[in-house]
């Protein structure tokens, strides 16, 4: 099989049999797994989420010597605007600005002129093309501008295939990208073997990298980041690395499993890094793959022993909690949580997909009784949940917090806490004490909120609105 | 550059202005029909990019969607439109429901009306706006929004109930202009002077009822290009007069002037007006006397360049050249106004005859970019986007245009007299920052 034949990334739903709308028990899905596959199911009441687009526009702005064009129209780069607050490197870009005649004439020609000026004044080493609806309904011939291109200006130049409509789960975009970049980058022959690992990144913050750098300096691996800030440097050794290794590994599967695919790079995709247990375990079953096992004992022994006297000196109050965060991250901070005490009494999850059968299993083997969302915002029935469950505590990282705030709830944030490997551990526990140490804006705030959902609806079942697909 | 490129683009598309203007009045909730992202999209211009001011009574994800899938977009997306607006009205109580489009089912061809009309037939107060992004940029969707929704509203709410002393105002972008709640309570304040009552219809305790009253006010006060077709059409509709002021006012001379034009319009006495200028009018003569000692010993008088959109930008440059000292070398306007306005634009701009302000139409951040290194003023006023080339020529960034990204703007406005007393301060500090950084 060769994943990176087609243009474009095969979407989650079908690849992993990822779901995005359910609530109910472990038991379910399980059951569905065991029978065929889980159930798509849709919702007939919907709330705005991501796209493809912005998905990949994230990973593409911390791309180092790039720059992008955005082919479609002005709303669609807005995305890539705002991402100039976080902007790592200060990628460059544009937007072709799409009009109305071009929406029925076709607009090759702004895409051409678009990547020449980009070139012209930002001499990039590569060129990004970030499609959209109106390109994609179009059938907008992307593919011959890029052959052209590519030989008149000598770079490298990548269509990612963006529509915001072929796949209902927003994080596509983050495989779209890593497709690209393989696909049209670099050669289809496997490579000789050096002595560094790819590491994988995709979300993760510039703070998360940090420990996860010295977790891995300490075992004395050496690393290639990608596609998270990588360069065409970073891009053309890829192919050489003895192995990929993920940090988290629903995001990073897709890169890892079209490099073991296309240059048989092993790729090892422990459980994801959050947590005393989690990071060690992370840590064990890199040093096996890479032979630095006595590196790794040292390590977890050294940090497990320093996180304990710490948890005996000050252990979290006992407080319930309400977890709403893509699955990887929300199953690693349900097992921190319980390592701390504190009871998780609530979950979302963005999505599940195959990956995650194992988590459902120790979910229904924890707590067969226990019901949870599935959905990226979808707010309302969050809202109603959290209506009928009063957590004292809400974990997320959405952006957005509008339920959380108007329960008057402390709000824990992880787009702005390091929660990865050992130190994030401490992170979260100075969080969760100084949150529920002084609540009095989220108070205050809540007083001010009106009523946006109706009475009729909150009384309903989360899961009222959530279908089967008819198909 | 030509064919149209635009480089660090600026402002959304016109489905975003539509959702900037829905999300801004209490009780109104939109309905997007179009694939997924497009408000979380024109979220991030409203909460990242606004100076941080953007949430409102519905978060930043919860827009009903139909966030359109593959065979919608093949076989179209009616049918889950007609779903989503049935389920819309179960799950969030609005007092009006606004169907904005997308590109997507617009190039599709989905037939929102009737879907809209079957939703009215069932007593729903649902109405739709075409909104696609390849037809238009954020301020034509704010005109097409508050058009739209004044024809819906006007269909009901007749006879009127004239007031005489009410003034609505008109070509305000919230959201968008990131001083707009701000501004809108000076203009209240400014107009309260006059004992005139104003209708801001955005932002704090607006909400459906300052809609219907929009057919009963006395006048229309539009201080922006955006609301000159919004006035035209409710002179059509119910004989009120307006007054095209064209841009916010700032500081005096320009607020005298526009209390004097509209009492002359209302028929307010003189003396009225005059009592009311010259508190007013002491009391910023009173601060410009409080800073002319710094004024002179750090010699704030400075070569200056803005950039941003016709509303703010033009009272702004003419307050700091008519009355501020300030010399204006060069205005950017980033709103693209039609050609019949950028003549009287220019011509405002241009108010001393001892030199000319260059008055340049863009939105392409390159464009804007180069013309400031060329002119390379002394102070630069506009958007975060211009902190680089602001660090390049060493020269302070005085934030009043979107995007703003690193600084937080909640009721700050810099229009009126008021506005002009924060201004000036605000500019003031800026220049004392910048010399203390530096040494």
Not at chain 1, 422 to 428: A, E, P, T
């Amino acid at each position: 099989m060769d994943s990176l034949r087609p243009k474009s990334a095969a979407i989650r739903e079908k690849r992993l049999q990822a779901i995005s709308a359910f609530y109910g028990k472990a038991e379910t899905l399980l059951q569905e797994h065991a029978d065929v596959q889980f159930t798509q199911r849709v919702r007939t009441f919907s709330q705005d989420v991501s796209s493809d687009i912005i998905k990949a526009l994230e990973i593409i702005s911390t791309i180092r010597n790039s720059a992008i064009v955005v082919h479609g129209t002005a709303g669609c780069a807005v995305a890539r605007l705002s991402q100039q607050i976080f902007d790592e490197n200060d990628s460059h870009w544009a937007i072709t600005n799409l009009n109305e005649r071009d929406s029925i004439m076709g607009s090759d020609v702004k895409l051409r002129e678009g990547i020449r000026q980009v070139f012209k004044l930002h001499s990039p080493e590569i060129v990004f093309i970030v499609s959209t609806p109106v390109v994609a309904i179009n059938n907008d011939d992307i593919e011959s501008v890029v052959e052209e291109l590519k030989e008149e200006l000598g770079i490298a130049i990548v269509p990612v295939y963006a529509d915001g409509f072929r796949s209902k789960i927003g994080s596509t975009g983050y495989d779209l990208v890593s497709h690209s970049i393989v696909k049209h980058v670099l050669p289809l022959k496997k490579a000789d073997v050096s002595d560094y690992v790819n590491l994988l990144s995709i979300s993760e913050k510039p703070n998360d990298l940090n420990e996860i750098y010295r977790l891995l300096n300490e075992l004395g691996l050496r690393t290639n980041l990608f596609p998270r800030s990588t360069s065409l440097e970073n891009i053309k050794r890829i192919r050489n690395a003895a192995f990929s290794i993920s940090i988290n590994p629903d995001e990073a599967d897709y890169p890892g499993t079209v490099l073991q695919e296309r240059y048989e790079i092993p790729f090892v995709q422990p459980v994801i890094p959050i947590g005393i247990e989690n990071t060690s375990q992370w840590l064990a079953n890199i040093a096996l793959a890479t032979g630095h096992e006595s590196q790794a004992r040292n390590l977890i022994s050294r940090e497990k022993a320093q996180l304990t006297q710490l948890l005996e000196q000050r252990a979290p109050e006992k407080k319930k909690v309400f977890i709403s965060l893509q699955p990887a991250i929300a199953f690693g901070i349900a097992n921190l949580l319980e390592e701390l005490g504190i009871e998780v009494i609530g979950l979302k999850l963005t999505y599940v997909d195959k990956h995650h059968v194992a988590n459902l299993e120790k979910l229904k083997a924890d707590q067969p009784e226990f019901a949870f969302l599935v959905g990226e915002g979808q707010l309302f029935e969050e809202e109603n949940l959290i209506r009928k469950l009063n957590p004292e505590i809400y974990i997320g990282d959405s952006g957005d917090f509008a339920v959380a705030i108007r329960s008057g709830i402390p709000v824990i944030n992880l787009e702005s806490i390091p929660v990865f490997g050992f130190s994030g551990v401490k992170n979260l526990i100075t969080k969760i004490r100084k949150a529920l140490s002084n609540n009095s804006f989220t108070k205050i705030s809540a007083q001010n909120e009106a009523k946006t959902y109706t009475g009729e609806w909150l009384k309903k079942s989360p899961n009222w609105f959530i279908k089967q697909e008819v198909k | 550059m030509s064919k149209n490129i635009l480089h660090k683009n600026r402002n959304g598309c016109a489905l975003h202005g539509a959702l900037k203007v829905i999300d801004s009045v209490e009780g109104f909730a939109p309905i997007i029909h179009s694939s997924a992202g497009c408000s979380i999209q024109s979220k991030y211009s409203e909460n990242i990019l606004a100076g941080s001011n953007g949430r409102n009574h519905r978060g930043w994800l919860e827009s009903s969607a139909t966030a359109v899938i593959e065979k919608q977009v093949v076989f179209g997306g009616t049918a889950r439109l007609r779903e989503q607006i049935k389920n819309t009205v179960k799950v969030q109580a609005a007092d009006l429901y606004v169907v904005v489009t997308g590109c997507a089912p617009e190039i599709v061809g989905d037939d929102v009306p009737a879907m809209v009309k079957e939703a009215q037939e069932q007593g729903f107060p649902v109405i739709s706006v075409s909104t696609p992004g390849f037809k238009g940029n954020v301020y034509k969707g704010y005109e097409w929004a508050v058009r739209g929704i004044i024809e819906r509203i006007s269909q009901f709410h007749l006879p009127q109930r004239p007031n005489l002393k009410l003034v609505n105002i008109l070509g305000v972008v919230p959201n968008q202009d990131l001083l707009w709640e701000g501004n809108l309570q000076e203009l209240e304040k400014t107009l309260g002077l006059l004992s005139l009552k104003t209708n801001k219809i955005f932002g704090f305790g607006q909400d459906i009822e300052s809609w219907r009253n929009i057919p009963n006010a006395g006048l229309n006060l539009v201080v922006s290009p955006w609301g000159l077709e919004i006035a035209q059409l409710l002179e059509k509709k119910f004989d009120t007069p307006y007054l095209y002021f064209g841009y916010l006012p700032v500081g005096t001379p320009d607020t005298s002037r526009l209390l004097t034009i509209i009492s002359e319009k209302l028929n307010i006495p003189e003396e009225v007006i005059t009592r009311a200028k010259y508190r007013e009018e002491k009391l910023l003569a009173h601060q410009f006397q409080k800073l002319a000692q710094s004024y002179i010993k750090y010699d704030l008088q400075k070569e200056l360049a803005l950039v941003g959109e016709t509303s703010n930008v033009v009272g702004i440059s003419r307050f700091l050249q008519d009355s501020f000292g300030q010399i204006v070398k060069t205005v950017i306007i980033t709103d693209n106004p039609n050609d019949e306005l950028r003549q009287q634009i220019a011509e405002d701009l241009n108010t001393n005859p001892n030199y000319t302000t260059e008055v340049i139409f863009t939105s392409d951040g390159k464009a804007i970019d180069e013309e400031l290194l060329k002119t390379r003023p002394e102070v630069i006023l506009g958007s975060s986007l211009e902190q680089k080339v602001a660090r390049k020529l060493s020269v302070p960034l005085i934030r009043i245009s979107t995007p703003v990204f690193d600084q937080v703007f909640l009721n700050q406005s810099y229009i009126g007299y008021t506005g002009a007393i924060y201004l000036i301060q605000d500019f003031a500090s800026a220049l004392l920052a910048h010399t203390s950084r530096i040494e």
